[in-house]
């Protein structure tokens, strides 16, 4: 008869062995991670998060009793046609709307909801810079007085001025300019959200007064379309003269408005004349 060998272990062995079991550690239970899901778009392998614009730096300053603080953008650059508008926007710290962010980032439907709620909480100025002015002092020049204009019309001074980009604006309290500021601080970004929808509908109205470009469809900037139309129909008063593809138009359907450049390298026969003319009284005194 065969028996089971485990079956003659004795009694005395027993409690060493659930001695030995209580004493072995137990293997860990591998946990599964729990991972959140982001929608990617297709053909994207991933995503890049990018954090908001935060209101750290204007609360620094109102620590340091440093207040009103203001931030200020502009919108409309870059356009062949339109205005440049600078917005300057002093925020409420206790009745901040939701949802602030560079105006880049946002769909046209989230900026006119935040525009709304900026201008019903916060003070806010606009100031523009015509195609006359861009055409007289160039685009950043007119894009600097723009700004400035916007802090100067704010309805309360500021004591500290934050702006976008990389130059400071000549202003009566300290000004410091960051480099990508609509999106770190949300000052600015308010700021580009008001003059992004202020402009927007600016392009809008101009689109009914000289119809044919697009405006109200691309604001201005220079998408094949808005080159189509300038080939086509030449440059309106709303464009900006002096910028390339406005230029080329305006050389094709006015020619008689582009001033000639004189080549300065070119001898005329006027000054031959004269420099022989020179030469024979020269020869005649000797």
């Known amino acids: 008869?065969?028996?089971?060998?485990?079956?003659?272990?004795?009694?005395?062995?027993?409690?060493?062995?659930?001695a030995a079991n209580k004493a072995a550690p137990k293997a860990p239970v591998a946990k599964t991670p729990v991972v959140t899901v982001a929608k990617v778009a297709a053909g994207k392998k991933g995503i890049i998060a990018v954090a908001p614009p935060s209101f750290r730096r204007e609360r620094a300053l109102i620590k340091r009793g440093v207040w009103p603080v203001a931030g200020c953008d502009e919108a409309g650059r870059g356009p062949l046609a339109g205005p440049v508008v600078a917005a300057a926007v002093i925020l409420d710290p206790d009745r901040i709307p939701r949802g602030i962010d560079d105006s880049k980032r946002l769909t046209?439907?989230?900026?006119?909801?935040?525009?709304?709620?900026?201008?019903?909480?916060?003070?806010?100025?606009?100031?523009?810079?015509?195609?006359?002015?861009?055409?007289?002092d160039n685009i950043l020049?007119?894009?600097?007085?723009?700004?400035?204009?916007?802090?100067?019309?704010?309805?309360?001074?500021?004591?500290?001025?934050?702006?976008?980009?990389?130059?400071?604006?000549?202003?009566?309290?300290d000004c410091e300019a960051v480099i990508g500021g609509d999106g770190i601080v949300l000052s600015i970004a308010a700021a580009s959200i008001v003059a992004k929808v202020?402009?927007?509908r600016l392009m809008c109205a101009l689109a009914q007064d000289c119809p044919g470009y697009g405006f109200e469809q691309h604001k201005g900037y220079a998408v094949p379309e808005h080159l189509d139309a300038l080939d086509r129909l030449g440059p309106s008063i709303h464009h900006r003269s002096f910028f390339a593809p406005v230029a080329a138009a305006r050389a094709k359907h006015m020619p008689?408005?582009?001033?000639?450049?004189?080549?300065?390298?070119?001898?005329?026969?006027?000054?031959?004349?004269?420099e022989e003319a020179i030469g024979i009284d020269a020869s005649a005194n000797l």
């Open 1 to 18: 008869m065969i028996r089971d060998k485990s079956a003659n272990t004795s009694a005395k062995d027993a409690p060493k062995k659930r």
């Open 108 to 136: 046209a439907e989230e900026r006119e909801k935040l525009f709304d709620k900026i201008c019903a909480t916060a003070q806010v100025s606009v100031a523009v810079a015509s195609p006359a002015r861009i055409d007289r």
């Open 141 to 173: 020049r007119a894009s600097l007085w723009a700004l400035k204009r916007a802090v100067v019309a704010l309805p309360e001074a500021p004591r500290h001025v934050f702006v976008d980009g990389r130059d400071r604006l000549d202003t009566a309290c």
């Open 198 to 200: 202020t402009r927007d």
């Open 256 to 274: 008689w408005t582009v001033e000639p450049v004189q080549d300065l390298f070119s001898v005329t026969e006027v000054e031959v004349q004269v």
